[in-house]
């Protein structure tokens, strides 16, 4: 007890004695700083008007340099906007081309992935835990204010260089692919550098040839995309997509100087589950073709099971969202019937045999589609009809039944494919171009005409090595009813009734940058005659494009 007594009373006494003794230490430090400021009062007085003069230039020099900074700033602001405003404008086309079933395989100009980020070697991944950041200085603010202008000047510039002047407000875009295509034919064939049937070579002398090698470059497009103002709610778009395989001049080597062809052109309205496209397109019931870049001027295995045609229409599609990776797609409109005749004129249009029945063609396609693998699983179905008189009231109906299916089978494979029945197709390329048939002759009105029965599809498998290597290896078969052909006469654009068109074909597509791509692709034709035994063509080719 006394212990802790003894104790207590040595801390009091310890404390007071450093109170004490921090209190002199302080009154000894205000005398010396009063004495210093006493003494040096008499030279400050004559310093401080050039000290202050100093500041006041200093402050005005940052004044200024605030409102450079202010105005260049300002600058900045509205540049962000104008690409934040083009940001958004892609954005809302690539959510529609995500809702209309992403970009087909099949198009035009072969689309890939950019290659995944590599990690470097001996270094972990970069972690998403957020790291608190040091505080700035002005300076450092400032140098990173002009980093950043710099590369948004360096945007802007890149962004003037490419951008397409437009007789409107709105945003142009111009697009295509320069393709040179290098060939050889072992046979005889309809078309030399993307043929379709195999021919006789005694049908088609003295200009025919068991092998031939050329080249054109006439398989290359231009296309026009517009970006219009909202209306109703509903983003407006426009484009013209154009070729030049529109045949030939009468010239000397004019086989190499291939006439400008319209392909497609379609005016959109497009609001967030609902779309409206007018203009000339592609079937939309048959929406899928095989994958190839020796043949954009038609789709790969036309007349060889896979239906297609540029028909003027106007159609309305209708998604419906299920869940995030499931939506349901309703397509229907009216198309101008084709019947695959060629024009009478070369100047004065007359109405083909579909638009002398004075009605349009119906088509309409459901389509559910299921995200997976990262790609979407899509399975549809669709179907046609569209009437036909042929001269005298002979009124013919043309009709098919569609169903394609997109089958992604893993990361690196994909199983694509279409099948179609029908009758009196040959102007979407069924039947191998055989329409009607005729029991006697076409001037006679005496003579009855009926549709033409075929069926036919193709499949193809997809393998994707790398993202810019691909391999393609697919198959496509069309047979019209050789039995309907024996007992009548079918009006062919060949020289012979054909009972069935087979085309097996590989190709490997390698995408040396994202703008070059390059392409061997090998063919082969097996067409059959009725009755007659068949042709056979081995087509070899050899693509270069550069897309811009």
């Not at 006494?13 to 009063?34: A, D, N």
């Not at 030279?43 to 202010?70: C, F, H, K, M, W």
């Not at 003579?447 to 036919?456: A, I, K, N, P």
């Not at 703008?515 to 042709?535: A, M, T």
Request: charged share 20%; aromatic share 10%.
């Amino acid at each position: 007890m006394q212990g802790k007594t003894y104790s207590k009373r040595s801390l009091r006494f310890l404390v007071v004695t450093g109170i004490l003794f921090v209190c002199s230490i302080s009154g000894r430090g205000q005398e010396v700083q009063s004495a210093a400021s006493s003494g040096s009062s008499a030279s400050d007085t004559s310093e401080t008007p050039a000290e202050i003069r100093a500041l006041s230039d200093l402050i005005r020099g940052l004044q200024a340099q605030v409102q450079t900074l202010n105005s260049q700033l300002g600058d900045v602001r509205m540049e962000q906007e104008r690409a934040s405003a083009e940001a958004s404008e892609l954005r809302h086309e690539l959510d529609l081309v995500k809702r209309q079933g992403g970009i087909a395989p099949s198009g035009p100009l072969n689309s890939y992935s950019a290659p995944p980020a590599k990690e470097i070697a001996g270094q972990p991944a970069l972690s998403s835990t957020p790291t608190p950041q040091q505080p700035q200085t002005v300076e450092d603010r400032i140098g990173k204010l002009e980093e950043d202008q710099q590369v948004m000047e360096g945007k802007i510039n890149d962004q003037y260089q490419t951008k397409v002047e437009s007789g409107s407000k709105y945003r142009l875009r111009l697009s295509g692919i320069v393709l040179l295509n290098l060939f050889e034919n072992r046979g005889t064939v309809d078309n030399l550098d993307f043929p379709e049937v195999a021919e006789s070579l005694q049908a088609n002398e003295p200009n025919a040839s068991p092998g031939a090698f050329g080249g054109t470059l006439r398989q290359s497009q231009i296309k026009l995309q517009a970006f219009g103002p909202d209306v109703a709610g509903a983003r407006t778009s426009a484009d013209v997509n154009l070729d030049f395989a529109g045949g030939f001049p009468s010239a000397p080597n004019g086989a190499w100087m291939g006439l400008v062809r319209m392909r497609t052109a379609t005016v959109r309205f497009d609001w967030t589950n609902t779309s409206i496209v007018a203009g000339q397109d592609r079937l939309f019931f048959v929406p899928l073709a095989p994958t190839s870049l020796a043949t954009l001027a038609i789709p790969s295995l036309s007349y060889v099971g896979n239906l297609w045609a540029w028909a003027p229409q106007v159609r309305i599609e209708h998604r419906i969202i299920l869940s995030d990776a499931s939506r349901i797609s309703i397509q229907g409109g009216i198309l101008d019937s084709l019947t695959g005749d060629n024009p009478p004129d070369q100047f004065d249009r007359y109405p083909s045999w579909g638009e002398q029945s004075g009605l349009p063609a119906f088509a309409a396609r459901v389509s559910w589609s299921h995200r997976m693998f990262g790609q979407d699983f899509t399975v549809g179905a669709g179907g046609y009809y569209g009437r036909q008189n042929w001269g005298f009231d002979r009124k013919v109906d043309g009709w098919a039944a569609t169903a394609d299916l997109t089958l992604p089978l893993g990361q690196r494979f994909e199983f694509t494919g279409a099948f179609y029945r029908g009758r009196a197709l040959a102007g979407f390329g069924g039947g191998i171009g055989q329409s009607v048939l005729l029991n006697g002759s076409f001037i006679d009105p005496a003579t009855t005409f009926r549709g033409l029965d075929s069926m036919g599809g193709w499949a193809q498998l997809k393998f994707k090595i790398k993202s810019n290597f691909e391999i393609n290896g697919a198959v496509g078969v069309d047979n019209p009813f050789a039995s309907e052909l024996r007992l009548y006469n079918a009006n062919t654009i060949y020289p012979e009734s054909y009972t069935r068109n087979l085309s097996p074909l590989v190709n490997f597509i390698y995408q040396i940058r994202s703008d070059i791509l390059f392409s061997i692709e090998y063919r082969y034709l097996n067409s059959s005659v009725l009755d007659s035994g068949s042709f056979r063509d081995h087509h070899v080719s050899l693509s270069l494009g550069y897309i811009f």
